[in-house]
């Protein structure tokens, strides 16, 4: 599978965007898929994840629960990362990533073989 993520941007603390992971090449609702983000000179950190299928099973971090939210759409091949209430610190590299061998793949690196190329978030104070 081949994964575009998308919608990143510039915008000021409080505003909201939305990213998006595209999938082609193979049938993206057998892959559970999670987000990571990588600030400057930081380890990549696990953002939220949601399983594959119906995504009935999904989980975010803690430091952006409340704010943030994962869902997907099979029809369209595409998981979303709805982020609200942005801040500074969310400023960062935001990577998806697929996994075929787990229903749920959680917020391990490690677990995750097919990776987007990220896409620049960039929020302002």
């Known amino acids: 599978v081949q994964l575009q993520a998308s919608g990143g941007g510039l915008v000021q603390a409080g505003g909201s965007l939305r990213l998006s992971c595209a999938a082609s090449g193979s049938t993206f609702s057998s892959y559970s898929v999670g987000w990571f983000c990588q600030a400057p000179g930081k380890e990549r950190e696990f953002v939220a994840a949601i399983s594959r299928n119906a995504g009935d099973t999904f989980f975010v971090a803690n430091s952006v629960k409340g704010r943030f939210t994962v869902s997907r759409d099979n029809a369209g091949n595409t998981v979303y990362l709805q982020m609200n209430s942005l801040t500074p610190e969310d400023t960062a590299v935001y990577y998806c990533?697929?996994?075929?061998?787990?229903?749920?793949?959680?917020?391990?690196?490690?677990?995750?073989?097919?990776w987007g190329q990220g896409t620049l978030v960039t929020v302002s104070s």
């Open positions: 990533a697929a996994d075929r061998d787990r229903y749920y793949s959680g917020g391990s690196v490690e677990d995750y073989d097919y």
